[in-house]
């Protein structure tokens, strides 16, 4: 099989986000067949079903960089028990207009820190529920729920010795989902 | 008691929208003593935690409309199975900084119209646990999930014959849900 | 305002659960206006409509436990991600035949404890869900997600000193709760 | 590929259940490499997690069925806006003791009737995240949210006619989900 594209979409604008380092250092795990590309959605506009004929240059290439996506990563904080409304924004653009969506079928990893112990849990659910109606098949297990603590990620950008046998466990299940549903699409 | 004053947020921006039709038609059922102020939300910056110390005026203009008001009315579409981006950025926006939400023990009531038969439910279940961590008490029964049909708003932009006394019903508990919950607050 | 009477549901059956243990050793944080009823749902049957005409004695008996309190609180470990088979089955059966719900109304509050840092976030938001389509008002500041540890109840069944004062919080929020609903149900 | 078994779990015990009989239906849509076998739950136990170690052979019989199954097949109603507690209660069963659960990685599909236009979709959305974190990878699209009706099924236990393209594209789709993740096993 030949290499495989994962789009990276973080929920957080924040400059220091946790979960963009976290993301950073996550996909450093993968297999050398695997390239992330982060994807920027803080350029984007406010979804406005009245657009839907003339999307704009950063809808356009957001799209495209899902299109061009083997698989998706989806890195997100909670805000207020759900995904932040800038992460469904960006989702929204994507699945417009009807007929249109470019998520369909692109095999989806989910995971999140935050600060206190619930580790994005509920965001997720929700996620879940968006990214099903969507039919993107999406890793269930393992969970990744992740607090923040010192050492998470080190100095260097690496996940931590704590936090690494967790990870790499997470991103082999990872891949393998990845590779699963990707080597599908290609047949 | 004082007259009531009820913001009302639409998740859609579309100029023809349903939602907000259904919204400006809905609010002519209350009684006397109910003003409904419906708040722009097409203005709002995507949320972005390193604003916190420095709203924008279009942010604290919106949270400003929420102090002011003694209860919320959410009228939205659904997008993806859960509610739209846009609205969910709203409520993040004034949600924010961290201790200075200014959703805290406002009453809500939720209702939505789609297109399709299932009128927004999955939305309005996201909604609702969103809305529970703001710690807004929120009306459950009767729950309106609309199906847009011909003459749901008629011309002249009310309610039609045929669902008249379901509005009348739904608006004659939300107002009993907002004046018991208002009373308390001003006690 | 006379006594008020809370019902108590838990949604674990284990004999040394620690949801059971931390139902008994909040309420004891209650005034003394309050009274708590521990109530068994070990003994309902698994829910079947074509028995809706002839609801067995132990569905009789539960049933009338809830309409004589004037609220609920449900205390619920989470399995799968949501709430026990056996809880949502107590409240399938009290909420039948259609029309005849006992549940509408009645103020309710929610927490539960798990051994992991989850705390049954995900099984509460379940719950907020099914509680709101009954028409339970349900509180929503603080939130109660708990971890067991070392002395979150002592041998005395009291709540220990380190978790006394979220617990106290809770109550006063959560007796608050109930009078204001409790109070509107007898004008 | 040899054959591949599928077991069906219906959520309701109704002797006429539109579910039953929809399931029943659904099921003659299937190529014939496919097996069907529907489970009885409505002998199982209330889940009781003292009964880990002694689990009964009503559950054992249940969990040995899915065990042999290549596939897994959910019909649901809603009640109170998710599961039935009966199907949920099946559920915990068969995902304990701890590590002993016996539906991780087994492919799933769901669909549901009900009498109103809702069609089970909160229901759904709760089995979705439920099935989740078992490890369940779960069809998405088609979604199949489904209104009770004059011809749904015929007299003889058939698909209408009205239905039969939307219900064996949804076959259709499920068939290929299930076999790419059951081939995946044997590998």
């Known amino acids: 099989m030949a290499n495989l594209l994962v789009a990276v979409i973080v929920g957080s604008f924040r400059h220091a986000s946790f979960n963009r380092q976290l993301a950073h250092a996550v996909v450093k795990l993968a297999p050398a067949d695997f390239t992330f590309k982060h994807l920027q959605i803080n350029d984007l506009p406010l979804y406005n079903q009245d657009d839907d004929a003339a999307q704009t240059e950063p809808v356009k290439r957001f799209k495209a960089d899902i299109v061009s996506a083997q698989g998706l990563l989806f890195v997100t904080p909670e805000y ?15 699945s417009r207009p009807y ?3 470019v998520w369909s079928g692109k095999p989806a990893g989910i995971f999140g820190v935050s600060v206190g112990p619930l580790g994005t849990a509920m965001a997720q659910q929700h996620l879940r529920n968006i ?12 969970e990744a729920f992740i607090q923040a603590k010192e050492g998470l990620v080190d100095a260097a950008g690496n996940i931590g010795a704590e936090s690494l046998a967790f990870f790499q466990n997470w991103m082999d299940h990872y891949v393998a989902w990845v590779k699963k549903h990707a080597h599908t699409q290609v047949e």
Chains 1, 2, 3, 4 share one sequence.
Request: hydrophobic residues 40%.
């Open 131 to 142: 990214l099903a109606s969507l039919d993107v098949p999406t890793l269930g297990q393992p």
């Open 80 to 94: 207020n028990r759900s995904i932040p409304g800038v992460l469904k924004n960006a989702i929204d653009l994507a």
């Open 99 to 101: 007929g249109q969506s």
